[in-house]
Nanobody, 119 residues
Framework: QVQLVESGGGLVQPGGSLRLSCAVS????????MGWYRQAPGKQRELVAG???????NYADSVKGRFTISRDNAKNTSYLQMNSLKVEDTAVYFC?????????????WGQGTQVTVSS
């Protein structure tokens, strides 16, 4: 069983920073793409940032220049460094990963972590 566990969410003032972590555990052979999504109340889940196994990254236009995604393959963990946070960044943040389990690549999701940006 593969599990993704997020941590690092919380309440922060506008302009502040937070760092989210997503640790992958369980029985698997390798991790491919990893990503961070967010869902605000009444809105659809949207991609925030993604990173390939080789380290290539992509970002939503709304977070470019403020957020940085990274990964530590030795720790099976991805990170989302969020700087210059805005009220509109408030959402539940979910991580996901494409994981090779046996001979099958499957996508797994974390349970989500709340990020609230408010003064």
């Amino acid at each position: 069983q593969v599990q993704l566990v997020e941590s690092g969410g919380g309440l922060v003032q506008p302009g502040g920073s937070l760092r989210l972590s997503c640790a992958v555990s369980g029985r698997f052979f390798s991790i491919y793409d990893m990503g961070w999504y967010r869902q605000a109340p009444g809105k659809q889940r949207e991609l925030v940032a993604g990173i390939t196994s080789g380290g290539s990254t992509n970002y939503a236009d709304s977070v470019k220049g403020r957020f940085t995604i990274s990964r530590d393959n030795a720790k099976n963990t991805s990170y989302l460094q969020m700087n210059s946070l805005k009220v509109e960044d408030t959402a539940v943040y979910f991580c996901n990963a494409d994981v090779l389990v046996g001979f099958t690549k499957r996508q797994y999701w974390g349970q989500g972590t709340q990020v609230t940006v408010s003064s």
